[in-house]
């Protein structure tokens, strides 16, 4: 348990989420990144796990590796406990699994196991309560990462590029999540539908969002992520959005998702 806190947080619940989308590009990575460091920023304990061998979420922390050596495939292939590839941020309050490239053996390597999609899942089972929030980053698949993502997870989010085809995968997302809850976790809830990358100048931008909210009426987000330069450019500067332009539409519209999120 956290010494550092009061009882009522120590007492909290952990809300894990997966941000998932089997479309490459869509914003997944920047997703989590932003709604953990707000969510952080507002005196919250969040984890975020990178389970996406590309570690564009290790990356964009400007964490090189597992600072002790300790990466999510050590706790997934070698069964080493969580809280060993646990390493702190620039920001507080904000933790990181962290992830290297050889996570892409990870997903052949877990085919052998018995219980293979309840991996991750079960390795959180320590750390349940020591955090308030958990976000997992997931690859642009619907391999056993993010099937080992969405059973560990009460919520995915589902951030949604607004352009030409955005619909285009989602039914099989959607397929893939009935699934999960049939035969792995029936508590796995779709959270939100996040519309990300707006450009308001296009027509095209402003009637894919009537499409997509007409499509999830009531779980697309208000909130709307808009094209903006700042949040492509903060990764490479290893900071947060908040960190990195605090005042950017980007950080801003983020803002009012993490209002939303936490309201639901
Ligand atoms: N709202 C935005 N405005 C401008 N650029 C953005 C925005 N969101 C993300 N980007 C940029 O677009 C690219 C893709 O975003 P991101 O990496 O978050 O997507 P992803 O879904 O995680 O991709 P992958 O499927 O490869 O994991 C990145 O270069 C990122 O910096
Ligand atoms: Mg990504």
Do not use: W
Not at 103 to 118: D, K, T, W
Not at 200 to 217: C, G, I, M, Y
Not at 241 to 262: K, R
């Amino acid at each position: 348990m956290s010494k550092s806190k009061n009882l009522d947080s120590a007492e909290s619940v952990t809300m894990i989420y997966s941000v998932a989308n089997q479309k490459g590009g869509v914003g997944k990575t920047t997703t989590v990144i932003s709604l953990a460091a707000l969510i952080a920023a507002r005196q919250k304990r969040v984890l975020i796990i990178d389970a996406d061998p590309q570690a564009n979420a290790t990356s964009s922390l400007g964490v090189n590796m597992a600072a002790n050596g300790y990466s999510l495939y050590d706790v997934l292939v070698n069964k080493q406990p969580l809280t060993k590839a646990i390493t702190r941020t620039r920001r507080d309050n904000l933790d990181l699994v962290p992830t290297t490239t050889d996570l892409a053996a990870a997903e052949v390597e877990m085919v052998q196991f018995l219980a293979r999609e309840l991996t991750l899942k079960k390795a959180l089972q320590a750390i349940i309560g020591q955090y308030d929030f958990i976000f997992i980053d997931t690859p642009p698949s619907l391999g056993l990462l993010t099937i080992n993502a969405l059973t560990a997870s009460a919520g995915v989010i589902i951030p949604v590029q607004t352009e030409y085809l955005a619909l285009e995968g989602l039914s099989q997302l959607m397929n893939t999540l009935n699934l999960v809850r049939e035969n792995l976790n029936p508590e796995l809830k779709l959270t939100g539908v996040l519309m990300t990358m707006f450009d308001s100048r296009t027509n095209l931008a402003t009637d894919v969002v009537k499409e997509v909210r007409a499509h999830f009426p009531e779980l697309t987000f208000q909130a709307v992520i808009p094209r903006n330069v700042r949040l492509s450019e903060a990764p490479s500067h290893g900071e947060d959005i908040l960190a990195y332009a605090p005042t950017s539409s980007g950080c801003l519209a983020y803002q009012a998702a993490v209002d939303e999120l936490l309201q639901r």
